[in-house]
Nanobody
Framework: QVQLVESGGGLVQAGDSLTLSCAAS????????IGWFRQAPGKEREFVAW?????????FVADSVKGRFAISRDNAKNTVYLQMNSLKPEDTAIYYCASSMSTLSPRTPREYGFWGQGTQVTVSS
């Protein structure tokens, strides 16, 4: 029903920018929100941002990255993006995109049913 493939990760320096992509193959009606999470070694998976799959494309970004990260989508390409600016070493993590049937601002991993394999982002100081 849902397949998600992340790409765009890599090794960058502090202050650099990076854009992650999440290519989504979603059967109609199988997802209402696409989210980005990240997980650093030894830490729990952390919510980053979400965007609705519905017409208006509402977005929400976590306070921890607000002002530096932005989420967007290209419906023609079935792709959701995470634009990351002014990267810091503490942004180092595996970044995952995931899909949810919730439209009530889902911000916990358990609210998401399908996940991509993740893409590594490493920010050096």
């Amino acid at each position: 029903q849902v397949q998600l493939v992340e790409s765009g990760g890599g090794l960058v320096q502090a202050g650099d920018s990076l854009t992650l992509s999440c290519a989504a193959s979603i059967r109609s009606g199988s997802a209402r929100t696409i989210g980005w999470f990240r997980q650093a070694p030894g830490k729990e998976r952390e919510f980053v941002a979400w965007i609705t799959a519905l017409r208006l494309g509402s977005t929400f970004v976590a306070d921890s990255v607000k002002g530096r990260f932005a989420i967007s989508r290209d419906n023609a390409k079935n792709t959701v993006y995470l634009q990351m600016n002014s990267l810091k070493p503490e942004d180092t993590a595996i970044y995952y995109c995931a899909s949810s049937m919730s439209t009530l601002s889902p911000r916990t991993p358990r609210e998401y049913g399908f996940w991509g394999q993740g893409t590594q982002v490493t920010v050096s100081s």
